[in-house]
């Protein structure tokens, strides 16, 4: 059996009583070294596989190598696995095989979500998910996916949002955006939501600081009813108060 486990953002309270079972009955864990260490001392007595970063092929063929000799095997993923994590890829390689592998998704509170949390109620309404890392998809269709959901008035949570080696992505895919949302939108943004050292912004499409950004951070940008009040982002659901 593979379990595909979305740990949460970090934080073991908003990990789900399935992850926490799943590792539990796991003999190996395998995953990023990151989040290896959030749950480190939930797995002392387990063999653990880990590697580094951009490494994930090779992580999931050793999961699914490990789970043909019969182990029960979790590979692990921050927030849910199925929101840029490993459910996909693992899915990928198991529908290759001849063995009849069990693949278990186990889902995880995502980092959009748990940061949505923090900042109030930013995506009451419709929104969508862009990752702004162009490392697996081509720059062209991010652009597009960005005027187009701006356009479409989504509420736009972007993942990946800024590292060293692109750090202009953002400050593109505001100017992107800018096209059809207003300077006065509101724009939320949470670094290390629901992990230690959590860190809350609000500010406005205009006014907003792209160098605060990195990569443990989410985006957060509203949709036209989108408001800010006593620090927090509220978008309407509709009803009238
Ligand atoms: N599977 C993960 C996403 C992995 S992509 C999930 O569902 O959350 C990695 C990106 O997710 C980061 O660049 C960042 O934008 C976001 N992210 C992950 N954890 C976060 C956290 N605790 N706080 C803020 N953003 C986070």
């Given at each position: 059996?593979?379990?595909?486990?979305?740990?949460?953002?970090?934080?073991?309270?908003?990990?789900?009583?399935?992850?926490?079972?799943?590792?539990?009955?796991?003999?190996?864990?395998?995953?990023?070294?990151?989040?290896?260490?959030?749950?480190?001392?939930?797995?002392?007595?387990?063999?653990?596989?880990?590697?580094?970063?951009?490494?994930?092929?090779?992580?999931?063929?050793?999961?699914?190598?490990?789970?043909?000799?019969?182990?029960?095997?979790?590979?692990?993923?921050?927030?849910?696995?199925?929101?840029?994590?490993?459910?996909?890829?693992?899915?990928?390689?198991?529908?290759?095989?001849?063995?009849?592998?069990?693949?278990?998704?186990?889902?995880?509170?995502?980092?959009?979500?748990?940061?949505?949390?923090?900042?109030?109620a930013p995506i009451m309404h419709d929104f969508?998910?862009?990752?702004?890392?162009?490392?697996?998809?081509?720059?062209?269709?991010?652009?597009?996916?960005?005027?187009?959901?701006?356009?479409?008035d989504f509420v736009?949570?972007?993942?990946?949002?800024?590292?060293?080696?692109?750090?202009?992505?953002?400050?593109?895919?505001?100017?992107?955006?800018?096209?059809?949302k207003d300077?006065s939108t509101p724009?939320?943004?949470?670094?290390?939501?629901?992990?230690?050292?959590?860190?809350?912004?609000?500010?406005?499409?205009?006014?907003?600081?792209?160098?605060?950004?990195?990569?443990?951070?989410?985006?957060?940008?509203g949709n036209k009813s989108t408001f800010i009040d006593?620090?927090?982002m509220i978008t309407p659901r509709g009803y009238?108060v």
């Open positions: 059996m593979i379990y595909v486990i979305g740990i949460g953002p970090g934080g073991k309270e908003y990990m789900t009583l399935e992850a926490i079972e799943a590792i539990k009955n796991s003999d190996v864990i395998v995953g990023y070294k990151t989040y290896i260490n959030l749950i480190e001392d939930m797995i002392s007595d387990k063999e653990v596989v880990q590697n580094g970063m951009r490494k994930e092929i090779d992580r999931c063929k050793m999961a699914v190598e490990i789970a043909k000799e019969g182990k029960d095997v979790a590979v692990v993923s921050s927030g849910d696995s199925g929101i840029y994590g490993m459910a996909g890829l693992i899915l990928e390689l198991v529908v290759k095989e001849d063995d009849d592998i069990k693949v278990k998704v186990v889902p995880g509170v995502t980092a959009s979500i748990a940061a949505a949390s923090v900042l109030g969508c998910h862009i990752s702004l890392s162009d490392l697996l998809t081509p720059w062209e269709v991010i652009e597009k996916r960005l005027r187009l959901a701006a356009e479409a736009v949570c972007l993942y990946n949002p800024r590292s060293k080696g692109r750090s202009e992505h953002l400050a593109r895919a505001f100017e992107i955006m800018g096209e059809f300077g724009v939320g943004i949470v670094k290390d939501a629901g992990r230690e050292g959590e860190e809350k912004y609000i500010c406005t499409f205009d006014t907003m600081n792209f160098e605060i950004v990195d990569m443990t951070t989410m985006v957060i940008v006593k620090d927090m009238t």
